[in-house]
């Protein structure tokens, strides 16, 4: 198959002393949401970090997009979309203008930024919203609407970063609505979370323990493998031979 | 790419509660205030005064001193050891002794002698009235044209010296704070804000969604820089109005040649923020710096005290200090009227400097960890 959008090969990243990532190999085909999951400290934000050329590896390679992660991270960067853990929109510019701003770095024309936003903003029933300060919109939609931006360039691949932490339920759902149509669309999608019902929307999922990927399958396949009823049960399965201090 | 990075950095700027509140009333402030407090004249010397001869010349010399308008007249003891206690206890600094046969003296002998001791805790104010009143004393000694044996035994002049001071006639205190303060005004402003900047995204989070974008450095850079440079010129506008306005103190050279090095100026003292900004992990850090940074700046520029009178290795120091070429610039284009074409050694060096703490700006912002 050469569909593969993101690869890695013995990818390690040590600080000091501390392996963070240790030597994690994948591959991940296009269109596909491939489930990252781990417990706290388990490596996951790390190995994202490095896939979006922000974190040098310490030693094996990558490669996303096409492009090496290590020699031309710039280049990875113009072709994927990220949402980190922690609300990065800014809060001081309105809906719009985080929209245009992020548009405009990604180098789309301002006429194009001009008639997306409002399709999008329509489509999210945000639309009134649209000149509201982005810091007094409530959590669920500050995160929908930093995933919107996060896919506003079409780029090939979006990385998230426990992109429904402490929203409720609702919102969670209708967040991985907006994820199963940014996969029609043809977007490859590479999600951390530690929520286990959202594991079972992944097409494949990986299990980093204290670094290392200890399992790497389909939701079904990983519960037949540890003989479990559900991806908790799983998940207390691997999480179990972790040695390092949860933080 | 540029225009959507200075569009959000000017929305932010302007958004603030704070930053637009600072960039006016700063210089309103500083300008308005300072020229007046920050005065190195001493004025308002308290002066006790120990007569032990209670003639008519005695009279005469007392009141040729508070005629003078530095001192105030605040007690008149009976003895030095009196006179002594009010200076401790903090009601007089300065204490003129006349002894007990002053008259009979400078009529007799044509010679006499007076004693000052002034209070050297705060050393400029101590000495300054010391001298005074060392010179309205030999003022005196020339009015009644005769000798007094004073500290320093002033002798009848012959050679009477007529000081002219070029360029700040009547040595007017202000005319020489003012270009100082809107230089540190401009060093302050545009200095303090950018290094605050690209920490404060880091704080927030920000900078994370800008660093997972191709943007280029050199842009990112430059959108921190133009806001910076464009809020420099607001505040040189300012304090040229309220020089103009205030003080009716206009440059006697060009407008246009201050801005033109302002606008160099600029660059490096935002430049420098920057660089600080991306070494600084917290905002607190980059304020602690900067700060280190500033007291140099503006203590080693020969902005308040001559570089000529500092020790080589200051005088080393101030060589490498940017304020000092811009202080330079600005005194004399404001005073002696310099066109560009007297001032190139500042422009290059000025240059220099811009070029120097922008590319490190580029290259000390890392993208990647």
Redesign the interface.
């Known amino acids: 198959m050469n569909d593969i959008v993101i690869q890695a090969h013995e990818l390690t990243k040590k600080f000091g002393d501390f392996t963070a990532v240790d030597h994690i190999s994948f591959e991940v085909h296009k269109a596909e949401i491939f489930g990252f999951l781990g417990a706290n400290g388990a490596g996951k934000t790390t190995a994202m ?1 490095m896939l ?5 590896p310490t030693s094996g390679s990558g490669s996303v997009a096409g492009f090496d992660i290590a020699k031309d ?3 990875v ?2 072709s ?1 979309g ?1 949402m ?1 853990q ?8 309105k809906v719009w ?1 985080n929209i ?3 548009g ?4 789309m024309k301002t006429k194009a930024i001009a008639s997306k936003t409002d399709v999008i903003l329509n489509h999210l029933g945000l639309m009134s919203e649209k000149n509201t ?1 982005v810091r007094d919109l409530p959590l669920g939609w500050k995160q929908k609407l930093a995933f919107s931006v996060s896919i506003f360039h079409s780029p090939q691949i979006v990385f998230l970063d426990e992109p429904t932490g402490g929203v409720d339920p609702a919102a969670r759902r209708q967040f991985w609505e907006m994820i199963y149509e940014a996969v029609d669309q043809g977007i490859t999608v590479f999600v951390t979370t530690h929520y286990m019902d959202e594991a079972e929307y992944c097409d494949r999922v990986s299990i980093m323990v204290d670094g290392r990927i200890e399992g790497l399958n389909t939701p079904a396949q990983l519960k037949q493998e540890t003989t479990s009823t559900s991806m908790d049960e799983v998940f207390q399965k691997f999480a179990r031979k972790a040695t390092r201090n949860q933080d | ?1 540029l ?3 200075l ?2 950095e000017f ?2 700027i302007i ?2 509660q704070f930053m637009p509140k600072v960039i006016l009333m700063m210089p309103v402030m500083m300008l308005l205030i300072m020229p007046w407090a920050a005065d190195q004249e001493i004025k308002n010397i308290k002066l006790s005064v120990v007569d032990n001869d209670h003639s008519t010349y005695s009279q005469h010399l007392i009141q040729k001193v508070t005629a003078s308008g530095y001192f105030i007249l605040e007690d008149i003891s009976s003895s030095n050891a009196q006179a002594l206690r009010s200076i401790e206890s903090g009601k007089t600094d300065v204490i003129l002794e006349i002894r007990p046969d002053f008259e009979r003296d400078l009529v007799r002998d044509k010679k006499s002698e007076v004693m000052i001791s002034s209070n050297a805790v705060n050393g400029t104010k101590g000495g300054l009235a010391g001298s005074y009143l060392s010179s309205i004393l030999a003022d005196y000694a020339q009015d009644i044209n005769i000798n007094i044996g004073l500290i320093s035994k002033m002798s009848t002049t012959l050679i009477q010296v007529m000081p002219y001071n070029k360029f700040n006639t009547y040595l007017d205190y202000k005319v020489f704070m003012v270009p100082a303060l809107i230089v540190m005004l401009l060093t302050l402003l545009t200095g303090f804000l950018p290094a605050l900047n690209i920490v404060q995204e880091k704080e ?3 900078i ?8 280029k450095r050199i842009l990112f850079i430059l959108g921190k820089l133009i806001p910076y440079w464009v809020i420099g010129f607001i505040v040189l506008t300012i304090c040229f109005v309220l020089a103009a306005v205030v003080y009716n103190l206009t440059p006697v050279g060009s407008l246009l040649t201050i801005y033109f090095y302002a606008a160099i100026y600029v660059l490096v003292v935002s430049g420098l923020g920057l660089v600080i900004s991306n070494y600084s992990a917290t905002m607190q850090q980059a304020m602690f710096v900067m700060f280190f940074f500033m007291l140099i700046l503006v203590l080693l520029s020969g902005l308040f005290t001559p570089i000529s009178s500092m020790p080589d290795w200051a005088q080393f120091i101030a060589q490498l200090n940017p304020l000092t070429y811009f202080i330079q610039v600005m005194r004399s284009v404001y005073l002696k009227g310099s066109g560009v074409i007297n001032l190139i050694p500042q422009l290059l060096k000025l240059i220099g400097f811009a070029l120097f703490f922008n590319s490190w700006a580029i290259l000390s912002y890392k ?3």
């Not at chain 1, 405009?104 to 180098?107: H, L, N, T, V």
């Not at chain 2, 994370?208 to 943007?215: A, K």
């Open positions: 970090r979006c050329g922000l974190s040098h991270p710039e280049k960067k113009a994927i990220y980190s922690k609300f990065s929109l800014y809060g001081d510019l203008e245009r701003l992020f405009g770095i990604y180098g300060l | 790419m225009r959507f990075l569009e959000k929305k932010q958004r603030d927030i989070g920000t994370e969604q800008i660093n997972v974008t191709p943007v993208k990647s960890q």
